[in-house]
């Protein structure tokens, strides 16, 4: 029982039981029942109008900020980032990005086009959309400081142009109108920026010498607590290094949990309940996700 019917007419590609470790930058994570990668904006509106109200609907970005449990995923995926990974320049000091484009990407293009400050957008390893539900953010920067409009699509496939105004923004945290996903965000950028490819390549390279990124992993899993770091207090409680199966704490950088030898998200999810845990005993700070964990528990 999928709510996807037999008979329904896509453009796109319809997968069923699909892997969601081929999905997720941990690269675990079960099966998603529907797995759905629509041709168009249109071919998607038609999907979500036609599917069983009650089917639950994930959206899916490219998936470096998601733990996927064991037991997969009850409902449909959405995978537009394909599709939607457009870039267009509106005018001087404006661009208009699909929801699937490569963060590094809108980077990129908008130093070519003296439009700024955009570096900090390349070490967002995610899509324009995962940005936008996240307000992900670098070297501090953060995806809404240059948001002047969204358009968003809801679950019966109707298509929405919005305001800032209209989200609640805070840090690593966007709230706004329930069962809508990004699909497109304009952005504006600063008169006086004079954005460069040399501090985009240093950021990056800093990211190198801090961060484990040759291995299996989400980026930070912890929000930082006010006034301080997660990686610090995680460090200080002695956790560097500490594994749960396949999944161990990276020596590197503390708030980085890495899929070090075929790890399960159970691994996972059961290294960062200790993290957690400890942390709370050390400090006396609960320290809150920023990982998203979704999915079922394996039966
Ligand atoms: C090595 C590494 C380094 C990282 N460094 C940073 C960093 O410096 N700063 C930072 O902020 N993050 C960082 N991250 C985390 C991650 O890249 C960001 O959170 C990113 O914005 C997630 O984008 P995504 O496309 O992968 O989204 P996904 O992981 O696929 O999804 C994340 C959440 O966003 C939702 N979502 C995705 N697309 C949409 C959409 N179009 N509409 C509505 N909801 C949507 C999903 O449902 C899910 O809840 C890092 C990750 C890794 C692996």
Redo the contacts with the bound molecule.
């Keep these: 029982m999928t709510g996807v019917a037999e008979n329904m007419n896509v453009q796109g590609e319809l997968r069923y039981d699909e892997p969601m470790s081929r ?3 941990w690269r675990v994570g079960g099966t998603a029942d529907v797995f759905f990668i629509p041709a168009s904006v249109a071919d998607l509106s038609a999907f979500l109008a036609g599917l069983d109200p009650d089917t639950p609907v ?9 733990l996927v449990r064991d037991g997969g995923i009850r409902g449909v995926v959405i995978s ?2 394909k599709m ?1 990974s457009y870039l267009e320049r509106v005018d001087q000091l404006t661009v208009r990005a699909g ?2 484009l490569p ?1 590094t990407q809108l980077a990129r293009q908008c130093i070519r086009w003296g439009l700024g400050p955009s570096e900090f957008f390349a ?17 501090g920067g953060e ?1 809404w400081e240059r948001v002047e409009s969204v358009r ?1 699509i809801d679950r019966n496939g109707d298509i929405h142009q919005r305001a800032p105004g209209e989200y609640s923004v805070g840090y ?1 945290s966007v709230t706004g109108p329930p069962n ?4 497109e965000g304009t952005f504006h950028f600063e008169p006086d920026a004079k954005p460069s490819m040399d501090t985009m390549k240093a950021m990056l390279e800093r ?1 190198k010498t801090t ?1 484990p ?1 040759g291995l299996p ?4 899993v912890f929000r930082n607590p006010p006034g301080d770091y997660s990686a610090r207090l995680i460090e200080a409680a002695g956790l560097k290094g500490f594994r749960i199966g396949g999944a161990e704490v990276s020596e590197k950088h503390a708030n ?1 949990i890495i899929n070090r030898d075929n790890a399960t998200a159970t691994d996972i999810e059961e290294l960062i309940e200790h993290v957690r845990q400890t942390v709370q005993e050390v400090h006396g700070i609960e320290l809150v996700h ?3 964990i ?1 999915g079922e528990v394996p039966a």
């Design positions: 999905h997720t930058s994930f959206w899916h970005g490219v998936g470096s900020n998601i537009a980032s939607l929801a699937g963060c070490g967002i390893p995610g899509t324009v959309g995962g940005a936008l539900a996240m307000n992900a953010g670098a070297h995806t968003a690593r809508e996903w990004f699909i990211r961060q990124l992993s989400c980026g930070s980085f920023e990982v998203k979704i």
